[in-house]
């Protein structure tokens, strides 16, 4: 038996090397592929298709998949050990994340700052030029602690299992450095170069990278106890031997975290005279409102409903992503993200969906589907 097998991915026609026994989703994670659950085998969300070459199937894909999906070749990425050459479909690859240049007051001084958001799901880095304000690079990377769970309460349950904690620090920490070293190769600079780094998140993605304890945050009344800044040195990341002051911005408490401090530091709503709203739609969303009076926030996990959770064929604003629906004709016009073939529905698809059904009577105000069936037909096998 040979040591390494060979993972071809399809439609790149990129292609792995990796020890025999290898499970995919250590290797798939790097290419797009989503595990909503954390790799627990109970959701569908990480579907692929076997096109060529087999594998041990778990009673979970038995369980989760149907016959038909079976027979065509689909199966559970994280269920998946690479026992034997593998070719697989899987096209969740273009993921476009965004980022800007906006100007904001500063006071000037020397050296290069760079400025952090690590969410739920994606990273981004800015890199800055402190005496002008200027942005001189944007890097961006999907968060890397996502293959052990998609939303936030799912990154507690690992990170509170045996030596979780631990992998998911290194994980984040990892990707943030590598994301710095990005950004000072785009602009031919050394990492010697920058100064400061403030880096902002969630509560759980401040503690999981302060190395801080979770428990708090994992049980009612999900106050966190830990949630002041932390300081540090390169050094102490085990990143470069330069010094740089690292400090990552308090939370404000519970799951209200530092991206949205850094949210109202940045709009200027807590010196405002009016009544101000302003809404962080993220895996996890907040809603800060108030005036220079006092601000009140509110938190939730936003982003199950933005990826259409809980439905059979939901999946995230990605390629082949059915995100809006609309009325044609008394007709079902569907638009996909990327232009392709539709593999699912998003949130927003999914409220359009249910707009122009109602619109057209296709279900009722209860919404009972009008015709009798069990499903209606969208765009292609999505319905």
Not at 96 to 101: R, V
Not at 171 to 190: D, H, M, N
Not at 355 to 371: M, V
Request: glycine share 12%; aromatic share 4%.
């Amino acid at each position: 038996m040979s040591e390494e097998v060979r993972v071809t991915l399809e439609p790149m026609g990129k292609s792995v090397k990796v020890p025999h026994g290898t499970p995919l989703r250590e290797v798939l994670f790097e290419y797009g592929i989503e595990f909503p659950c954390g790799g627990r085998g109970r959701c569908r969300g990480c579907r692929v298709r076997v096109l060529e070459g087999s594998a041990p199937m778990e009673d979970s894909e038995r369980e989760i998949l149907s016959k038909d999906d079976l027979d065509q070749g689909w199966r559970l990425a994280c269920r998946l050990s690479a026992s034997a050459d593998l070719t697989i479909l899987a096209q969740q690859w273009d993921m476009p994340i965004l980022g800007d240049n906006i100007a904001v007051p500063f006071t000037p001084r020397t050296g290069l700052g760079l400025a952090v958001d690590i969410g739920t799901t994606t990273v981004v880095a800015q890199l800055v030029d402190l005496n002008t304000g200027q942005v001189l690079a944007v890097k961006s990377a999907l968060n890397p602690q996502a293959r052990h769970g998609g939303d936030v309460m799912s990154r507690v349950e690992y990170a509170m299992s045996g030596g979780g904690a631990s992998e998911l620090c290194t994980l984040i920490r990892s990707c943030v450095k590598r994301l710095a070293f990005e950004c000072t190769e785009l602009v031919e600079c050394s990492v010697s170069d920058v100064r400061t780094i403030v880096l902002v998140g969630n509560t759980v993605m401040h503690h999981l990278f302060c190395d801080r304890d979770i428990t708090p945050l994992s049980r009612y009344p999900f106050e966190s106890t830990n949630g002041g800044p932390c300081r540090f040195q390169p050094t102490d990341l085990g990143w470069w031997q330069s010094e740089c002051d690292i400090i990552f911005l308090p939370c404000l408490g519970g799951f209200v975290g530092s991206d949205i401090l850094a949210g109202i530091l940045a709009t200027g709503i807590a010196q405002s005279g009016e009544h101000t709203a302003l809404v962080d739609i993220g895996t996890n969303g907040e809603i800060v409102v108030g005036d220079r009076n006092g601000l009140f926030c509110a938190g939730t996990a936003a982003g199950p409903a933005f990826e259409g959770a809980r439905i059979s064929q939901g999946m995230r604003a990605a390629t082949g992503a059915i995100s809006r629906v609309r009325v044609s004709d008394g007709e079902l016009q569907c638009e996909v993200i990327g232009g392709g073939k539709a593999r699912g529905i998003c949130g927003s698809g999914l409220v359009d969906a249910v707009a122009a059904c109602l619109r057209t009577q296709r279900i009722s105000a209860i919404g009972r589907l009008q015709s009798g069936e069990e499903s209606i037909a969208l765009c292609g096998s999505v319905v």
